[in-house]
């Protein structure tokens, strides 16, 4: 089951300072849910495949949490870097996320590592954001 951010809850954990990093090929889909983690007071990097994220890492910027789609081009899909994540940030929580039926590798990927379904709602994913960065 996945947690829908109470309202009343939202003064629990600030999400100001806590920077997203949003992996998402499709500039619409990317851009909505950037917008509206900002607007839910989230500081929000975009990227567009994980050579792009992965980029991120390696300048050196803390990255709070990953929202990562699994289906992407380039040389790594979103499970790839969920495992590289892994290797290199253990402690950066991920939520994936895809339109199609969670992959079996999603699943083992460890406490930190969470799938959401496409279409999610944002909602849903501030609860995953807040519960994960406990």
Same mark, same amino acid.
């Given at each position: 089951?996945?947690?829908?951010?109470?309202?009343?809850?939202?003064?629990?954990? /600030?999400?100001?300072? *806590?920077?997203?990093?949003?992996?998402?090929?499709?500039?619409?889909?990317?851009?909505?849910?950037?917008e509206?983690? *900002?607007?839910?007071?989230? #500081?929000?990097?975009?990227?567009?495949?994980?050579?792009?994220?992965?980029?991120? $890492?390696t300048?050196?910027? !803390?990255?709070?949490?990953? $929202?990562?789609?699994?289906?992407?081009?380039?040389?790594?899909?979103?499970?790839? $870097?969920?495992?590289? #994540?892994? *290797?290199? !940030?253990?402690?950066?929580?991920?939520?994936? /996320?895809?339109?199609?039926?969670?992959?079996?590798?999603?699943?083992?990927?460890?406490?930190? *590592? !969470? $799938?959401?379904?496409?279409?999610?709602?944002?909602d849903?994913?501030?609860?995953?954001?807040?519960?994960?960065?406990?």
């Amino acid at each position: 089951m996945q947690p829908k951010s109470d309202p009343s809850s939202r003064g629990v954990l /600030t999400p100001a300072k *806590r920077l997203v990093l949003i992996i998402e090929d499709d500039f619409l889909t990317r851009y909505t849910a950037a917008e509206a983690l *900002r607007e839910m007071g989230y #500081l929000v990097i975009e990227a567009q495949d994980a050579a792009e994220a992965m980029s991120v $890492f390696t300048s050196g910027t !803390h990255v709070d949490f990953v $929202f990562s789609d699994i289906n992407m081009p380039g040389s790594l899909n979103g499970l790839e $870097f969920a495992r590289w #994540l892994a *290797r290199q !940030h253990p402690a950066v929580p991920i939520l994936l /996320t895809s339109g199609e039926p969670q992959p079996a590798e999603a699943l083992g990927l460890g406490k930190k *590592r !969470h $799938f959401m379904a496409k279409p999610y709602d944002l909602d849903e994913v501030d609860g995953w954001l807040r519960q994960m960065l406990l």
